[in-house]
């Protein structure tokens, strides 16, 4: 009875984009195998898996099927065959070598066409394939080995080159909105604006399934490869451009770190980019496009329970006419009036929580827009957040500034010949100096963001300009005007509580409050500066 073969073939990225063929190992395995009288049973393969990590013996690829199968005596009596050892695991003779004996003592033979050599699963196996198998699996490790360590010079070199400013240095992937013209980066004109647009509508109160909606509705050619340039706009795609930091001409690598500040032509300006990243931040956690067409809920992430602090749900019925058949057979008409509501979520779900008030919605928007705009105003030339972030940045540089004076005096006392406690000493200064430095960075960064907000007063007239949008028939204007307003309440208002007693909270920040009843009427309030 013949031998059941199975071919086992596998490719690592690298090897991918190379050009190498699954039916370069398919076509010589079968070859190898129909030589000897082996009838093949099928082929398994790992696309873009390395075996110097280990990656081809993870779950979910084909390789570690076959052992799980194997362990359970499923390919007893059958030969896998592979183009030689390193397709199987290149992570050294030890985890070969348990490999290969695992499938053997499975009743797997294994076999390898490059060498024509097979390591059997019988007990009176060759000891020279014992060596021969060790011998292989560390000349695998070993190549393996020195093509990463040549690889990572490689990326070494062109880093430093790059950190240098030098633009003639590869760069595996150049932002889309550049063009190469003469060994030397230019914004593409066409796509720089576009880029622009995008920033400046989700600055707006755009969301992102809106942009890529305003984008493909008038067919604007994508920045991807010609196959994908047909499926239009992703919301990852616009992600991906409003947080990546080559926008500013930066270069980071993928592992966060910034190799050079200005390496690219700048297409967005640092005050865009630090209010998009301010506006992407208020809508953490709320990037899924809404169910309700259009927008309507102006307060939307705003309100919330006063009594458990859980989200609120906002309800909107539209003027219907529906028919209800009595058991008589009378046929009734009625007409569902429209109405737009506010109330607890858990409650409406019966969820730990017995808080019952229902508001009703257009009192809310209307007492929030045409009264309590005006007292939310604060007219101080900066917010109290801004001036702590500037404080603690302030004290940030002069901790770091001293640190620098003692490593400079540690430093002459090292030159007029200081211990090796001083050497130490100076060791350790320079590593804070180095943290405190990158501290400073990151206060910068939430300083330049915050700084970057419009202030209230900007906020109040931004809304005054969009009152009369608000109620468009326009969809595309009401939704855009609604969402901008949106974006603009969520900077004045921390929250808007419903409370048990049928009163509802507005909450600009920690010290503030105004209480209205379910008319809108105001009960008592104040506001502290």
Known sequence: MSQHAIIYARFSTSEQSKGYSLERQKSTAMDFSITRGWVIEKMICDEGRSAYHGANRLEGSSLHEFELEARNGLHRGKVLVVENIDRLSRQGPRAAAQLIWGLNESGVDVATYHDGRIYRGEENSDLLDVFTLILNAQNAHQESSNKSKRTSATWEKRFEAISSGNQRAPVPHTPMWIDRIDDAYALNEHRTAVLNEIYDLY?????????????????????????????????????????????????????????????YPQAITAEKWNRAQAALGMRKGNQRKSKTKGNRNLLSQIVVCGQCGGGAHFAHTTDTQQTY???????????????????????????????????????VEATILNQLIGLLVDQRAE?????????NLAEMVRLRDAEQSRLENLIDALAEGGSKAIVQRVAMLENEIEQQTRDIETAGKALAIETAKPRSVDDVEAIESL??????????????????VNMVLRRLIKRIAINPEGTWTVEPDDLSSWIFDDQGTMLEGRYVP
Request: proline share 1%; charged share 30%.
């Open 203 to 263: 600055i707006d109160g755009v969301g992102i399934h809106r942009l890529v909606g305003i984008l493909n509705e008038r067919d604007e050619p994508t920045w991807t490869s010609t196959n994908r340039n047909k499926n239009g706009w992703f919301y990852s795609h616009i992600y991906r451009l409003l947080t990546k930091r080559s926008v500013l001409g930066e270069y980071v690598t993928n592992a966060g770190k910034t190799l050079a500040t200005s390496f």
């Open 467 to 484: 009152r009369a949008q608000l109620t468009s028939e326009n969809d595309e204007e009401r939704t855009y005007a609604r969402g901008r």
């Open 325 to 363: 058949t009595k058991v008589s057979g009378e046929v009734v008409n009625y007409r569902r009036k429209t109405y737009r509501k506010l109330r607890r979520d858990r409650a409406r779900r019966k969820h730990s929580c017995d808080n019952g008030t229902i508001l009703n919605y257009d009192i």
């Open 383 to 391: 917010k109290t957040s801004t001036n702590s972030l500037r404080e």
